[in-house]
């Protein structure tokens, strides 16, 4: 199926005037709404602009044909056939040739269905404003029943269109034309008779000319040859068209012929180029939306990247203005230490502070202490003095209004007086062989001072008085 517009118009042109119908595509279906034609109000051409259009016309003379051409470039085959229909001598006036591909044979040629058709008939598409219309493709009314046929099937098959003026017998395949008899009405003695040998010729010529056996019988269109006469004549003619397909659109093939797809185009050149611009015009607009879909995009960007800039400026200077004020409170607390420190006394604070960082941390004799337990063995109480400091017990034998000794340190001790009371839940001899292995495990690292071990019927306690040093 040709790609073209979703919705658009499909017509039919006729000496008369034209028929036509909307058609929508859906889900690889199409559908026709709409159906007119020129006897009920014609179609204005104000309703055609900017929309898809394809449209099909019933030439005259047509001749259509297989052969074996170049196929090294359009041009080169266009000359080809050119040159092999000039020899027939059927065309005396100018005509205009459109062809379709049917199978490659080497990289030079390739077999080739054309069709051939006098520009007068193609110049009645003039009734349209080809700077308004979209003409998505312009054939002859062959080409679009020859469609309809290759829609439902890709077999080889005849179809038999009638209308007012003639009837067309078409043998095709797959949508591509080999041959056509046209019987013009007016100049028939028997229509009927002229239609059966017409049928009769095309078989033949299918057969023994390009090797095709024809599977099926069509018919379509109407007027003095129904598939009943067919019928009776032997022919097992079936509609092409469903009998059930909506309105009389059973009875115009080529309306629905029009909108599927077919290699033969005789779209003129202004035509062409409204067309040409047409999709110019889809491709910048698309591109138009996309730009403007990256603008917005940076425009939002840009402007969350403003609010947070902002954010972030506002939270910077409020950042800058609380470093001014603590380094202005800074400052006058040092300016306020300075006038209150005694300058002679720095180097006693100095050392009294490497005095202080020499001492041990509370956090690592505690790791030491409870690294040397043995099993069965607990702590109930650890007791660290600071040098020159009063123990719980000396201070609940002194007067409070009494001053104890001073705090601080003295100037050269960093050793604490550690004291350890703890319960052996074991029998003896074995809670004495445990508490000496907790005296030898906390001697290398601690100097013990004292120790004092005291057993009962089923345990024993201890109290051990270490130093403890840096």
């Known amino acids: 199926m040709k790609k073209g517009g979703k919705t658009g118009y499909t017509i039919s042109l006729t000496d008369s005037g034209y028929q036509a119908a909307r058609y929508t595509r859906e889900a690889g279906t199409i559908r026709l709404e709409e159906m007119r034609s020129s006897e009920t109000g ?72 054309y069709l051939a058709i006098p520009a007068t008939d193609v110049d009645r598409l003039s009734v349209l404003n080809g700077s308004d219309v979209l003409l998505d493709a312009y054939r002859p009314i062959e080409a679009s029943v020859a469609a309809v046929a290759g829609s439902t099937t890709k077999e080889t098959c005849i179809v038999m269109f009638e209308d007012d003026q003639f009837v067309r017998i078409i043998g095709t395949k797959a949508g591509v034309i080999y041959h056509l008899i046209t019987i013009q009405k007016s100049g028939s003695f028997d229509l009927l008779a002229e239609t059966l040998a017409g049928i009769s010729e095309m078989t033949s010529l299918l057969r023994i000319s390009y090797n095709e056996t024809p599977q099926t019988v069509f018919t379509a269109g109407r007027g003095e040859v129904s598939i009943e006469d067919l019928r009776k004549s032997d022919i097992e003619a079936i509609g092409l068209l469903p009998e059930d397909l909506s309105g009389d659109g059973r009875y115009a093939p080529e309306l629905l012929g ?95 502070y490497q005095r202080f960082e020499s001492e041990p941390r509370l956090h690592t004799m505690l790791g030491i202490i409870t690294g040397s337990i043995p099993a069965h063995t607990s702590i109930e109480r650890v007791e660290v003095v600071r040098p020159g400091a009063r123990t719980e017990s000396d201070a609940s034998h002194e007067s409070p209004d009494l001053p104890g000794p001073s705090s601080m340190p003295s100037p050269g001790s960093t050793a604490f007086q550690v004291k350890i009371e703890g319960v052996i839940r074991a029998q003896y001899p074995l809670s004495k062989s445990l508490f000496s292995a907790f005296l030898s495990g906390l001697q290398e690292h601690y100097p013990v001072a004292g120790a004092t071990f005291r057993h009962t019927d089923h345990w024993a306690g201890y109290t051990v008085e270490c130093e403890a040093k840096r």
Not at 42 to 64: I, M, N, Q
Not at 83 to 107: M, P, Q, R
Not at 272 to 290: E, F, P, W
């Open 42 to 113: 014609g179609l204005p051409c104000l309703v055609l602009r900017g929309k898809h259009v394809c449209a099909c016309f019933p030439p005259r003379s047509a001749y259509a044909d297989v052969g074996e051409f170049s196929s090294v470039s359009a041009d080169a085959t266009l000359a080809h056939i050119r040159t092999t229909i000039d020899k027939t001598g059927l065309f005396n006036e100018h005509y205009c040739v459109s062809y379709a591909k049917i199978s490659d044979i080497d990289a030079v040629r390739a077999r080739f269905s």
């Open 258 to 352: 029009n909108v599927y797809g077919s290699e033969y185009d005789f779209t003129p050149g202004p035509y062409r180029r409204a067309r040409t611009l047409a999709h110019y015009a889809d491709y910048s607009l698309l591109l138009s939306l996309v730009m403007i879909a990256c603008a917005s995009l940076l425009f939002l960007l840009g402007l969350h990247c403003s609010l947070e800039s902002r954010d972030l400026e506002k939270r910077t200077g409020a950042a800058l203005h609380a470093y001014t004020r603590d380094m202005a409170m800074m400052e006058q607390d040092c300016s306020a230490l300075l006038k209150d420190t005694d300058p002679e006394r720095i180097n006693e604070l100095i050392a009294l």
